[in-house]
């Protein structure tokens, strides 16, 4: 089961913190730190694969990394898990990002984090693993695209409303609004 995914630039700084089981904020940036200083310090010609810091289990654990540019993607996951799956769940995640956000950076992290959460949660939800067919995963992020599309036009229906009504020039309407001829007050008999 998959216990945590962290994804952090270079520096450390967290870009996703997606964890499966409960911890206390606190005790999450920890293991972000302890995670970071863990995989940050191993060389590229190295293994991917290495034990979990005290913080996140232990021996019992492992983290299971992929470094790509500027960016750690770390899984945290038990012992049951295949690193070599889990490796390839990285490789697909970041796949997907990356023709989602065409050349997936480190600002799409940060300014598209609710596609990037939502393009996580395809791929596992709960610390399992639903998917890892890139087609199927992308046709679900562009029929999700589709329906906020719609959603938009809905919601967007009040805005154009208000903004034909300023466009309506109404005081030069009352103005030009043709009353028939009243009899004056004067003129009439009592």
């Given at each position: 089961?998959?216990?945590?995914?962290l994804?952090?630039?270079?520096?450390?700084?967290?870009?996703?913190?997606?964890?499966?089981?409960?911890?206390?904020?606190?005790?999450?940036?920890?293991?972000?730190?302890?995670?970071?200083?863990?995989?940050?310090?191993?060389?590229?010609?190295?293994?991917?694969?290495?034990?979990?810091?005290t913080?996140?289990?232990?021996?019992?654990?492992?983290?299971i990394?992929?470094?790509?540019?500027t960016?750690?993607?770390?899984f945290?996951?038990?012992?049951?898990?295949s690193?070599?799956?889990?490796?390839?769940?990285?490789?697909?995640?970041?796949?997907?990002?990356?023709k989602?956000?065409?050349n997936?950076?480190?600002?799409?992290?940060i300014?598209?984090?609710?596609?990037?959460?939502y393009?996580?949660?395809?791929?596992?939800?709960?610390?399992?693993v639903?998917?890892?067919n890139?087609?199927?995963?992308?046709t679900?992020?562009?029929?999700?695209?589709?329906?906020?599309?719609?959603?938009?036009?809905?919601?967007?229906?009040?805005?154009?409303?208000?903004?034909?009504?300023?466009?309506?020039?109404?005081?030069?309407?009352?103005?030009?609004?043709?009353?028939?001829?009243?009899?004056?007050?004067?003129?009439?008999?009592?």
């Amino acid at each position: 089961m998959i216990k945590a995914i962290l994804v952090f630039n270079n520096h450390g700084k967290p870009r996703l913190m997606k964890f499966y089981q409960y911890y206390p904020e606190d005790l999450q940036q920890q293991i972000v730190r302890e995670t970071f200083h863990l995989v940050s310090k191993r060389d590229d010609n190295v293994c991917n694969f290495l034990e979990g810091g005290t913080l996140i289990g232990g021996s019992d654990y492992k983290l299971i990394y992929r470094h790509y540019a500027t960016l750690y993607f770390v899984f945290c996951v038990d012992s049951c898990e295949s690193e070599l799956g889990i490796l390839d769940l990285i490789q697909v995640f970041v796949e997907t990002l990356d023709k989602c956000f065409e050349n997936v950076c480190e600002l799409d992290l940060i300014f598209h984090m609710d596609k990037v959460h939502y393009i996580l949660a395809e791929l596992v939800m709960g610390g399992m693993v639903l998917e890892t067919n890139m087609t199927e995963i992308i046709t679900r992020i562009e029929e999700q695209a589709k329906l906020e599309k719609q959603e938009a036009g809905i919601s967007a229906a009040p805005a154009r409303a208000v903004s034909a009504v300023k466009e309506m020039n109404i005081p030069q309407k009352i103005k030009d609004i043709k009353l028939p001829d009243l009899p004056s007050i004067g003129n009439l008999k009592f």
